[in-house]
């Protein structure tokens, strides 16, 4: 089992910065993907950004390529999304999500959830 949990989110000024950790116990964390999903108000929960278990391959949703990047840290058990540039729209609740040998956009295919942390960027 993992426990996942997310911090660095706050307010920010649109072109700023900011980066989010998801923090995860368990001993086999090395064998999991994970997914950085977001979530605005009314709208559905949306993908962001995936990295695999070695941390060797990563993508990203086409509305933050370029601008966000993710990484992890296995000695850690840490895993970072480093957000850059960023705009209003990016507002949202961001969660970090694990499942074992999987990475993808798939909301379903994550079995483990973090509770969120709020980002919110001002025009």
């Not at 695999?52 to 840290?73: E, L, P």
């Not at 960023?86 to 499942?99: F, G, Q």
Request: glycine share 12%.
């Amino acid at each position: 089992q993992v426990q996942l949990v997310e911090s660095g989110g706050g307010l920010v000024q649109a072109g700023g910065s900011l980066r989010l950790s998801c923090a995860a116990s368990g001993r086999t964390f090395s064998t999991y993907g994970i997914g950085w999903f977001r979530q605005a108000p009314g709208k559905e929960r949306e993908f962001v950004a995936t990295i695999n278990w070695t941390g060797g391959s990563t993508y990203y949703a086409d509305s933050v390529k370029g601008r966000f990047t993710a990484s992890r840290d296995n000695a850690k058990n840490t895993v970072y999304l480093q957000m850059n540039s960023l705009k209003p729209e990016d507002t949202a609740v961001y969660y970090c999500a694990a499942s074992r040998n999987y990475y993808g956009h798939s909301v379903s295919s994550y079995f483990y959830w973090g509770q969120g942390t709020q980002v919110t960027v001002s025009s």
